[in-house]
């Protein structure tokens, strides 16, 4: 149902079931999946398609142009995927030329208020963003991560999968999976073993990963000693693998 005083574009493509509350403006490059419902006063533009069954509430901006002084108003893209939940207040931004040109967020989000996604963030399945949490640009979040509130992430940071960050974090490096995180900046406080234990890793998989966080974090070693000790146990143990192949890859550095 499209509320009567709704502007939806003629150009805009709606698939049957999307719901759009009273006084949304949905443009003309927009594509929405069956089965989403769109909120009050919420404002989708630009070159975004939203998937299926998605729940975006009052007051969104969804697919405005990036902030971003370089942006000069290139053909790029907002990509939302199916099952998300965007509470009130959410800003999504289009990508720019300066990356692959796309703002992506995954399937079965939960993001809560005031959450920001800037220009080419890249963010995956099953996270949860809590209040206020936002995203520079360039930033990418892999599956199951969880974002405190008021947690601040810096440009072309990448914020690793099961991680999670504790309320008011300023992520300035990059976070490794399974890590848990707080403070400004950031520090490692061990491992997420109560999300890793919710999702059915288990007690081998979690004391394989902690061993490897003692690597990282506990033994002394230097970064590249660390990376080769804990490549080694991946071999062994297959819930590192994660971990190793995405400490062997970090130009920011690792959050210490």
Known sequence: MIHPTAIVDPAARL???VEVGAYSIIGPDVEIGTGTRVGPHVVIEGHTRIGRDNEIFQFCSIG????????????????IGDRNTIREFCSFNVGTSQDAGVTRVGNDNWIMAYVHVAHDC????????????????????????????FTGVHQFVRVGAHSFCGVGTVLLQDLPPYVTVSGNPASPRGINSEGLKRRGFSGDDIRAIKRAYKRL????????????????????????????????????????
């Open 15 to 17: 698939e049957a079931g």
């Open 217 to 256: 974090y506990r033994d002394g070693l230097s970064l590249e000693d660390a990376r080769v000790a804990i490549a080694e146990a991946a071999q062994v143990d297959s819930a590192v693998v994660l971990f190793s192949e995405f400490i062997s890859k970090t130009d920011r550095g690792l959050v210490r």
């Open 122 to 149: 890249q963010v995956g399945n099953n996270t949860i963003f809590a209040n206020n949490a936002t995203l520079a640009g360039h930033v990418h979040v892999g599956d199951w991560a969880i974002l405190g509130g």
């Open 64 to 79: 405005a142009q990036p902030q971003d002084k370089k942006y000069d108003r290139e053909n790029t893209r907002l990509e």
